[in-house]
Structure formats: structure tokens, C-alpha cells
């Protein structure tokens, strides 16, 4: 019984990692943020780490559902950019952005200092 609810536990917060990582891809291709991008990333190396974390739960449920919380731990994605103004909260619970990217955005990349066009 306790490996079963350690397991919906783990798969919980599974699905609400990807749903969340969904959201914030979604959230990327509307504005072209780039700490969206990095949410995403972060979101994907999460959502493997606690699907890692719900197998280990067959063989060490503790073990197991300590790996789901460094998953956890790893999805905090950090301040981002106000991207919602008017958005009611069935659009906000599923990533509907007020801002729509332009064709003509220009982005700076800071590493190389190159200004480069965004489609």
C-alpha cells in the first residue's frame, strides 16, 4: 500500500511537470522570451528526473520519492518576464499570452554580442 501511494505521488508531480514544461513551450512561441525557453529546459530535465525517481519507487520507495523531490527541486524556473495583462485564469492555467511575438523582433544574443533577426 505505501509503495502504491508513493507512486501516485511521483506520477502527480510528474504529469504536473510536463503540463507545466507544455505550458511554458507555449509561452515561448507567443512572446519569444527566453527564460520561457529556459523554464522549458529546466522543465524537461525535471520531468526526467522524477519519472526516474517513480521507477526507482518499485525497488526503495524513500529512495524513490527523494529523487521525484530533487525533480522538484530542479523544475523552480525563477523570475520571468509579466506576460499576461489582461489574460482571465482559464488563460493564464493554460499559457494564453497578451503579448504575440512580432516577425520583425530583434534579439540580442549576450554571449556573442550579434544582433540577429527572430522569425
Request: aromatic share 10%.
Amino acid at each position: 500500500m505505501e509503495k502504491r501511494m508513493y507512486l501516485e505521488i511521483a506520477m502527480f508531480a510528474y504529469f504536473v511537470t510536463l503540463f507545466l514544461t507544455i505550458r511554458d513551450i507555449r509561452i515561448f512561441k507567443r512572446t519569444g522570451y527566453l527564460s520561457y525557453r529556459k523554464g522549458a529546459l529546466r522543465g524537461l530535465a525535471a520531468s526526467s528526473l522524477i519519472l526516474i525517481g517513480a521507477i526507482s519507487i518499485d525497488a526503495k520507495p524513500d529512495l524513490g520519492l527523494l529523487i521525484v523531490l530533487f525533480g522538484l527541486i530542479v523544475n523552480r524556473k525563477g523570475a520571468r518576464e509579466p506576460v499576461f495583462t489582461n489574460a482571465g485564469t482559464i488563460d493564464r492555467f493554460l499559457g494564453k499570452t497578451d503579448y504575440v511575438k512580432s516577425k520583425t523582433v530583434k534579439k540580442i544574443d549576450e554571449k556573442a554580442g550579434i544582433r540577429k533577426g527572430v522569425n
